[in-house]
């Protein structure tokens, strides 16, 4: 098989969706039909395949992104399970952007929910070509027609179904295939290995010819040969529209819509054919963007692109790592190039040299080793030593760095001490690790207590690092309340100079700065110019200057938070030909922040949450009450047959325990989904309630 060939015959997907819409259950159902397991496991059950660690199965949700590999009609597909909980956004976002196709599953009840939104968004942004399945119309309350109706209203995109349902909730059957206009119908739900075709029901026939006519008028405008034909012969050949439909799904032109059940097992085989038809191959999309350099701006569009090039100077990009009893796993996505375990490559992102081991092939948690990686494959590498998330590996003789990903800001905050004088160390190198894994968490030394502060991104995400960190390193810690993560920033521009002096015998300290401080929009964190003329601040001292603000800003002036979204302008200054130094430079930014920040109009900022509940009607009202009580802003409602979303943007620091009471004001009947929206500035009540405790 040429390399080129075998390009063709890889898939690298995505499974993604609102949290439980499914992705599990639906990639088990293609583990079980490609003969990768010979039993299905099952999420309520706690014995799945992608869901293999302890704290997934107990409760139920995904939680890191699992690869596995399968094969079906001879094409090999690397398959993604992501998590749908916002807390673990971060591993949708870094597996859409090594991935070439994504399924998005949507709940057949609801429809599209927040966090098919958010990744739905995700996904533009990397330009991901995706196709849709309809998840769980055997449910009570499924309706194919409704869900289908919110991929318009909520995503404002041009879906086409190549499926119809037949039937609905307990007695949904099969589905009716548009594209070479036939039933397929499934025998029993048990396995549901066994299907068969059969002519379309007659109550469906004409509702089926009308979807068709749509199908072909959407999928044929994109290919003028195919609409020639259509004109000459009134339809065209099966090969033809599935060729337009896989054209149109790469360009986004529109996102084609399958159907079914994977818990009863209907529907998963025409899945996997339409991932097989319709999703690219490695090399049916462009290929990676090459990173614009360190603090330039340039148009995105306008940088180079690596394509998927079998034989060019490897290339890679290293997507997600894990740390486990064999050591620590270095997931990479291949773009270009082969590369052998034993050779060397360069991290060019970092700069230095890294030396492969053992390349393993992933099976969810189990491994299969292989002794070449080639472009388009997704791969485990063991022995890399110091690369991270993000960073490139290359072939030094062609060193480039591929297009960066972005990671989301965290915003709640526990503080972590071991129980015992012996565990300090122990926590702290598995916190480091645990922080190597996953970069959407931080860590920090709290500087007046010397308490190790975690970040993360939710209640449920800080959760679940604390549980492996009693399991998975035995390091049994003393946990902190949940805290906010508050930041600082400035309103209005100030110039402030200040001269640092100091002579006592020997040689003197002397710098003086005069910086201008100025806001930003939220969002563009910290901006430095020099406009110094005249050599009246030395060159080599204006990087100290840089430093001392930097590090100065991660205590604000009004209750020690970091300060963000601001710009400091070195004006000008004076220096000493024998008494001036970096440090003493470094001393005088450092003063010259404290002193220019208070003047510049400081305001604490809070996470704002995007909260959606989902409510039955009878209890909207004491919702909606409870929401407006906690500062929230409610921005919509929407009725879903006997069920409402609210939707409200809430302070972080008002949603704490809401789901206990959320629960008791609606019998339990009410659930919700949160996610940070942005940063607000808090009331002054609020902020003098902040700046007391902080004193």
């Given at each position: 098989m040429s390399e080129k060939s075998g390009l063709s015959l890889i898939r690298n997907i995505g499974i993604t969706a609102h949290i439980d819409a499914g992705k599990t259950t639906t990639t088990e159902r293609i583990l079980y039909y490609t003969g990768v397991s010979h039993k299905i496991g099952e999420v309520h059950e706690g014995n799945t395949t992608t869901d293999y660690m302890d704290q997934e199965r107990e409760r139920g949700i995904t939680i890191t992104s699992a690869a596995v590999t399968c094969e079906w009609a001879g094409h090999r597909i690397n398959i993604i399970d992501t998590p749908g909980h916002i807390d673990f956004n971060i591993e949708v976002n870094r597996s859409l952007r090594v991935l070439d196709g994504a399924v998005f599953i949507i709940e057949g009840?609801?429809?599209?929910?927040?966090?098919?939104?958010?990744?739905?968004?995700?996904?533009?942004?990397?330009?991901?070509?995706?196709?849709?399945?309809?998840?769980?119309?055997?449910?009570?309350?499924?309706?194919?027609?409704?869900?289908?109706?919110?991929?318009?209203?909520?995503?404002?995109?041009?879906?086409?179904?190549?499926?119809?349902?037949?039937?609905?909730?307990?007695?949904?059957?099969?589905?009716?295939?548009?594209?070479?206009?036939?039933?397929?119908?499934?025998?029993?739900?048990?396995?549901?290995?066994?299907?068969?075709?059969?002519?379309?029901?007659?109550?469906?026939?004409?509702?089926?010819?009308?979807?068709?006519?749509?199908?072909?008028?959407?999928?044929?405008?994109?290919?003028?040969?195919?609409?020639?034909?259509?004109?000459?012969?009134?339809?065209?050949?099966?090969?033809?529209?599935?060729?337009?439909?896989?054209?149109?799904?790469?360009?986004?032109?529109?996102?084609?819509?399958?159907?079914?059940?994977?818990?009863?097992?209907?529907?998963?085989?025409?899945?996997?054919?339409a991932v097989i038809d319709f999703l690219p191959a490695p090399d049916d999309v462009e290929g990676i963007r090459i990173a614009p350099p360190e603090d330039e701006e340039v148009d995105e569009n306008k940088l180079p692109i690596i394509?998927?090039?079998?034989?060019?100077?490897?290339?890679?990009?290293?997507?997600?790592?894990?740390?486990?009893?064999?050591?620590?796993?270095?997931?990479?996505?291949?773009?270009?190039?082969?590369?052998?375990?034993?050779?060397?490559?360069?991290?060019?992102?970092?700069?230095?040299?890294?030396?492969?081991?053992?390349?393993?092939?992933?099976?969810?948690?189990?491994?299969?080793?292989?002794?070449?990686?080639?472009?388009?494959?997704?791969?485990?590498?063991?022995?890399?030593?110091?690369?991270?998330?993000?960073?490139?590996?290359?072939?030094?003789?062609?060193?480039?760095?591929?297009?960066?990903?972005?990671?989301?800001?965290?915003?709640?905050?526990?503080?972590?001490?071991?129980?015992?004088?012996?565990?300090?160390?122990?926590?702290?190198?598995?916190?480091?690790?645990?922080?190597?894994?996953?970069?959407?968490?931080?860590?920090?030394?709290?500087?007046?207590?010397?308490?190790?502060?975690?970040?993360?991104?939710?209640?449920?995400?800080?959760?679940?690092?604390?549980?492996?960190?009693?399991?998975?390193?035995?390091?049994?810690?003393?946990?902190?309340?949940?805290?906010?993560?508050?930041?600082?920033?400035?309103?209005?521009?100030?110039?402030?100079?200040?001269?640092?002096?100091?002579?006592?015998?020997?040689?003197?300290?002397?710098?003086?700065?005069?910086?201008?401080?100025?806001?930003?929009?939220?969002?563009?964190?910290?901006?430095?110019?020099?406009?110094?003329?005249?050599?009246?601040?030395?060159?080599?001292?204006?990087?100290?200057?840089?430093?001392g603000i930097r590090m100065q800003s991660s205590t604000g002036v009004l209750a020690g938070f970091p300060t963000v979204d601001f710009k400091f302008t070195l004006l000008d200054g004076k220096y000493h030909d024998v008494d001036s130094s970096a440090l003493a430079f470094e001393i005088a930014a450092k003063a010259c922040f404290r002193e220019g920040m208070k003047r510049a109009g400081p305001v604490i900022l809070e996470p704002i949450m995007d909260v959606e509940v989902t409510t039955p009607n009878d209890h909207v009202g004491d919702v909606v009450g409870d929401l407006n009580r906690r500062r929230g802003m409610i921005q919509n409602q929407e009725s879903s047959g006997s069920t409402v979303m609210v939707r409200a943007l809430v302070p972080l620091k008002e949603m704490f325990g809401y789901i206990s009471h959320l629960r008791s004001i609606t019998k339990g009947r009410a659930s919700f989904t949160m996610q940070f929206h942005h940063y607000d500035p808090v009331p002054r009540n609020v902020a003098e309630e902040i700046m007391a405790k902080s004193a």
């Open positions: 009840v609801a429809g599209v929910q927040p966090q098919s939104e958010t990744n739905w968004r995700l996904a533009d942004r990397y330009n991901v070509p995706r196709i849709i399945f309809i998840n769980k119309l055997d449910r009570t309350g499924a309706d194919f027609y409704r869900a289908f109706d919110t991929l318009k209203e909520k995503l404002d995109i041009v879906a086409i179904p190549l499926q119809l349902p037949i039937g609905a909730e307990e007695n949904f059957i099969g589905v009716v295939d548009l594209i070479e206009m036939k039933a397929i119908v499934w025998e029993g739900g048990e396995l549901g290995a066994k299907y068969h075709d059969e002519e379309i029901p007659a109550d469906l026939l004409e509702k089926a010819k009308e979807a068709r006519q749509e199908l072909l008028d959407t999928a044929l405008s994109v290919d003028e040969a195919a609409m020639e034909e259509y004109f000459e012969k009134g339809d065209v050949d099966v090969a033809t529209l599935k060729r337009c439909i896989k054209k149109g799904t790469i360009s986004g032109e529109f996102r084609p819509v399958l159907c079914g059940t994977a818990f009863k097992n209907k529907g998963v085989q025409p899945l996997l054919d394509p998927v090039d079998p034989d060019g100077k490897f290339a890679g990009l290293a997507f997600k790592i894990i740390n486990d009893k064999y050591g620590t796993l270095t997931f990479v996505r291949v773009y270009r190039g082969i590369l052998r375990s034993g050779d060397s490559v360069l991290n060019t992102t970092k700069g230095h040299k890294e030396r492969i081991g053992r390349i393993f092939q992933m099976h969810a948690d189990k491994r299969q080793e292989v002794k070449e990686v080639h472009a388009g494959d997704i791969a485990a590498f063991v022995g890399l030593k110091d690369t991270q998330t993000g960073d490139t590996l290359a072939d030094p003789a062609d060193p480039v760095v591929l297009e960066r990903m972005t990671f989301p800001i965290p915003v709640i905050d526990i503080s972590v001490e071991p129980k015992t004088k012996d565990g300090v160390e122990k926590m702290t190198l598995a916190l480091q690790k645990l922080a190597g894994e996953d970069p959407s968490l931080r860590l920090k030394t709290d500087q007046e207590t010397g308490q190790t502060i975690l970040s993360g991104m939710g209640e449920l995400h800080l959760d679940i690092i604390i549980d492996r960190l009693r399991r998975e390193y035995g390091v049994d810690a003393n946990i902190g309340a949940p805290q906010v993560a508050y930041r600082e920033t400035i309103t209005q521009p100030h110039v402030e100079t200040y001269t640092h002096k100091k002579q006592s015998g020997g040689s003197g300290q002397f710098a003086e700065v005069k910086i201008e401080f100025a806001p930003l929009e939220r969002n563009q964190e910290i901006q430095f110019e020099n406009k110094v003329v005249g050599g009246t601040v030395p060159k080599e001292y204006i990087p100290a200057v840089e430093k």
